[in-house]
């Protein structure tokens, strides 16, 4: 059974930080393109960044910078180191394996 499990998500302040991670099972998850995704209150899903099973990377220009995706294939898991938070980074993140399957989301908002 494949699984993505999102974690790490919560209320933070303007200018604080998060880390989520991605659990992945019932994959070969060393060979997965992974993302990391976002839907933002009433607007689309939007591509957040990207790793490849190499580890070569890819932001979206409004979070490179401040975000960082990483990988660790011995644990099958993936992060998204989040500093320099904003309130428009509130948003449900969710894990992506491409062209398989998606986790169910973890909630993010940034809050004073």
């Known amino acids: 059974q494949v699984q993505l499990v999102e974690s790490g998500g919560g209320l933070v302040q303007p200018g604080g930080s998060l880390r989520l991670s991605c659990a992945a099972s019932?994959?070969?998850?060393?060979?997965?393109?992974m993302a990391w995704y976002r839907q933002p209150p009433g607007k689309q899903r939007e591509l957040v960044a990207g790793?490849?099973?190499?580890?070569?990377?890819n932001y979206a220009d409004s979070v490179r910078g401040r975000f960082t995706i990483s990988r660790d294939n011995s644990k099958n898991t993936m992060y998204l180191q989040m500093n320099s938070l904003k309130p428009e980074d509130t948003a449900v993140y969710y894990c992506n394996a491409a062209n398989c399957c998606r986790g169910q989301g973890t909630q993010v908002t940034v809050s004073s």
């Open positions: 790793i490849t099973s190499g580890g070569t990377t």
């Open positions: 019932g994959i070969i998850f060393s060979r997965y393109y």
